[in-house]
Every structure is written in structure tokens, then in C-alpha cells.
């Protein structure tokens, strides 16, 4: 196996060791495999940047590392939000055109086995292919974006892109006359612009190479027709690619969900190993999460999360563990 498989990480200084920890559970999952991980920052230290090549020492794996360049901004409608937040929109006019496809990935995700099948995901007919939305069926986000709720709301957090695509049909064009034309509306940024422009135009991928922290709670109360909760109740017994949205993070003290436990594996392998967690809270806040730790450690306090009472989640998280061995040593 000659050629790498292209992946794009977007992290900031803040992201730098969720970003460190992600690439460490890819490398560990997909041993073997040569990976060239693209990492696409407006700023990152050399510090950072020599802990993030710590990660790759002694594979074949590389790293090349992008600066989002403000000229990028150049005819760019005015932004509420950082030139980063709308990273993967520069992707296919960053990256060298010998590279006709990437898989894309967020910093807060963990990869918990082979992404070989995902990366041969065939998208020469689409820009893009990507997993649905935990709000795929909120109507909120039709209404406010505007087109039809037949043709779905992904998320981003996954995906793989189709860069001669993109390339072709000037997409980032489109991007610029979407975000000039619907700032009002973009409430979720990229994903909003995105969704957008590719409405009804998306290669659809198993909910488990996305698969979401929400997944894991009563089923019924996600925003999700009845039809995709099969594949769901599989995503989360069989995740490939954990998704932990929504803050806090498994990188703060405050963060308590049992699927933690799988996060600090890797970060117990990472360059990052021996950095402390931090609180996400400030104030009394703070001081609440300090004594429910206490508590906890005295067993007089069991945390307790919104988790689908049908779910054993040890049994879960153990049979993940198997799954993570397996793809160690298969790979």
C-alpha cells in the first residue's frame, strides 16, 4: 500500500492536544497505514507544532502543516467569526492539486478502528459524502436555511472531500455568494453554508464514522425521524469515529461520560500524557464540579448522564476496547 491517505485536521492552539490525542487513535487503530495528515491552522506555535510531530515519530506517517493565510479573505463577505471557523471551505484551494480527495475530520473525535472502507468511499459524482445531523430532523433548520427537508442536514465533523470536484465547479465561489446572501441565517457556520450548497447532493456515510456523544441517549429524544434509528442503535454499539460534541469536553475536569474512558486511552499515548485536565467552568461552577469529584471518589456520589436506559454502557465501552485491540492488530 503505496499511497497515503490524505486527512485534514483544523485545530487552533486551543485544539492543538485534542488534535494530538485524535491523530495518536488513528495511527493506533490503522497501523501500518501511511497517513499524511494535513493540519490547517490561522496560527499554531513551534512548540505545538513539534508535539504534534511527536505523534507520527516512527511511522510513516507525515504531517504538513498550512497557514490560513488572510489574503484568503480577499473578496470574502465580512465574518462574525474567526477566518478558521470556515477552514474546510479553503480546503481544495490549500492543498496541492495532485491531492484529488481528503477525509476530513474534527479535533474533539476519537478513531476507534480501520478507516480503510471509509477512505474508499467512491465520491466521483459528488462534492461530498457525509454522515446525517443529530438535528438531520429539526425543522428549525429548514425553515431557517431555507430549502427542502427531503434532501437532509449533515454534520461535518466527518467527511470526505472530493477536491477535484470542488475545483472544478468553483465551489468556494458559491461559498463566498452563500455567506454574502444568508449571513443572518448561518447560525451553525460552515455546516449552515454547506448544507446549503450541496442540498440534496451529499454521498450519504454510516452514522458510524460520525457517530455522536447524543447517540447514546434515549433514542426517542433526538431530533431524528424513526428511519434512521436502526442505523443508530448500531453506530453506537460500533462506532468508528466517536464524536464528542457539545462542551464540556472529554479534555475537561467537569467531563464525566463513561465514553471518557476511551478518550484518556489514547491521551495516555499521546505527547499530551502527562498534561492535566482543566476545568471548563469558572465561578461556582467550578467549585460544584470539584465537589461532585470528591464525592465521586468517596463513592458517595455516582454521576449520572441522560444515557438510554436500554444501554449497558461497561459491556459497551468494553466491547469497544476488544474492537480497538482487534484493529490494532489486524491492521
Known amino acids: ?37 494535513h493540519i490547517i491552522s490561522e496560527y499554531l506555535s513551534e512548540k505545538t507544532k513539534k508535539l504534534l510531530m511527536e505523534c507520527v515519530k516512527g511511522t510513516e506517517s507525515v504531517i504538513v502543516f498550512y497557514r490560513l493565510d488572510p489574503d484568503l479573505m480577499v473578496g470574502f463577505p465580512p465574518l462574525h467569526n474567526s477566518l478558521a471557523t470556515y477552514a474546510i471551505l479553503f480546503i481544495a484551494n490549500i492543498l496541492p492539486v495532485e491531492i484529488e480527495k481528503v477525509l476530513y475530520l474534527d479535533a474533539d473525535m476519537i478513531v476507534l478502528d480501520s478507516l480503510e472502507e471509509l477512505w474508499n468511499t467512491d465520491v466521483a459524482d ?6 446525517i445531523s443529530p438535528s ?14 427531503e434532501k437532509g442536514y449533515y454534520n461535518i465533523g466527518t467527511h470526505i472531500i472530493n477536491l477535484v470536484y470542488w475545483r472544478k465547479n468553483n ?44 447517540y447514546y441517549f434515549p433514542i426517542e429524544n433526538l431530533l431524528i425521524r424513526k428511519k434512521f434509528h436502526a442505523e443508530i442503535k448500531s453506530a453506537r454499539l460500533n462506532p468508528v469515529i466517536l464524536h ?22 489514547f491521551k495516555q499515548m499521546s505527547p499530551w500524557k502527562n498534561r492535566k485536565l482543566k476545568y471548563y467552568y469558572h465561578g461556582v461552577r467550578v467549585l460544584k ?43
Open 289 to 331: 464540579s470539584i465537589l461532585k469529584h470528591i464525592l465521586t471518589s468517596l463513592h458517595l456520589f455516582t454521576p449520572k448522564w441522560d444515557i438510554d436506559p436500554d444501554l449497558n454502557m461497561p459491556a459497551i465501552i468494553d466491547k469497544i476496547f476488544v474492537q480497538i485491540d482487534k484493529a490494532k492488530n489486524t491492521g
Open 136 to 149: 438531520h430532523d429539526d425543522i428549525r433548520n429548514y425553515n431557517r436555511l431555507d430549502y427542502d427537508c
Open 171 to 214: 465551489l468556494l465561489e458559491e461559498c463566498f455568494n452563500i455567506i454574502k446572501n444568508n449571513s443572518s441565517k448561518l447560525k451553525q457556520r460552515d455546516q449552515d453554508v454547506l448544507n446549503i450548497l450541496l442540498a440534496g447532493n451529499w454521498k450519504i456515510i454510516h452514522s458510524k464514522y460520525n457517530c455522536y456523544i447524543n
Open 244 to 265: 464528542f460534541i457539545n462542551v464540556p469536553k472529554p479534555w475537561h475536569k467537569e467531563y464525566d461520560m463513561p465514553l471518557v474512558r476511551l478518550w484518556l486511552f
Open 1 to 37: 500500500m503505496n499511497d497515503y491517505m490524505e486527512i485534514v485536521i483544523g485545530p487552533d492552539e486551543n485544539y492543538a492536544m485534542p488534535c494530538g490525542v485524535l491523530m495518536t487513535s488513528i495511527l493506533y487503530t490503522n497501523p501500518g497505514r501511511k497517513i499524511r495528515f
Open 126 to 131: 459528488y462534492p461530498m459524502a457525509g454522515a
